[in-house]
């Protein structure tokens, strides 16, 4: 099992649409959480952390489970500037390195 | 304040020249981290820091040398650069463990 897999997509939407992207990790011991955005020819950037509550940031919601080794994030009301591929990160070993999932682009069209 | 700085944005070799990438970050962050990004293979470590004065081998380190000159600057050294070495290069820093990162503008490199 790779490290942390994510369905590659794309996925394509519509303005307007609610839109998820799911996750999975394969280190139980994992500790740390984030989703991170990169858009074409750019660099990552934090789109936001994942908490064990669930978390919110406007139209994102982000969710943990822990049990499931499962990491998800929902986008609300999708906007044509969301369009980008979405990075699933998992914080492992004993340096705290980040170690990144392939990524799930999104296309949200007019 | 300007973050994670990369120099240079671009850069086009010929196979067997050597060639510096620069990375210094103005967060005073203990980690600093190289990666390269291929089309459908992700983020891949290449070498990381994870203090002043350390530096350790990631996941793909063969052909790649780093220098930790300071707690500012992590430089990548390619000593002779073959054309599987073309690639973006990311260079990123964190303050310590469980924090995310943030990444450098990159490096495009194209070996000939």
């Known amino acids: 099992r790779k490290e942390v897999e994510q369905d590659p997509g794309p996925f394509n939407v519509p303005e307007g649409a609610t839109v998820a992207f799911n996750c999975t990790y394969s280190n139980s011991a994992s500790q740390s959480f984030f989703w991170y955005r990169q858009d074409c020819r750019k660099e990552p950037k934090l789109l936001m952390s994942?908490?064990?509550s669930g978390n919110e940031d406007g139209r994102f919601t982000a969710q943990l489970n822990r049990a499931s080794q499962y990491i998800s994030l929902l986008i609300r009301d999708s906007k044509l500037s969301d369009s980008a591929t979405y990075l699933c990160?998992?914080?492992?070993?004993?340096?705290?390195?980040?170690?990144f999932g392939k990524g799930t682009k999104l296309s949200v069209k007019p | 304040n300007a973050g994670v700085t990369q120099t240079p944005k671009f850069q086009v070799l010929k196979t067997g020249q050597s060639m510096t990438l620069q990375c210094a970050q103005d967060m005073n962050h203990n980690s600093m981290y190289w990666y390269r990004q291929d089309p459908g293979m992700g983020l891949r470590l290449i070498y990381y820091s994870a203090s002043e004065g350390t530096t350790d081998k990631g996941e793909v380190p063969n052909g790649y040398n780093v220098s930790r000159l300071n707690k500012r600057e992590f430089s990548l050294r390619l000593e002779s650069a073959a054309p599987s070495q073309t690639s973006v290069y990311f260079c990123?820093?964190?303050?310590?463990?469980?924090?995310?990162?943030?990444f450098g503008d990159g490096t495009r490199l194209s070996i000939l």
């Open positions: 990160v998992v914080v492992g070993g004993s340096q705290g390195n980040l170690i």
């Open positions: 990123a820093s964190k303050t310590e463990n469980n924090q995310p990162q943030h």
């Open positions: 994942v908490y064990s």
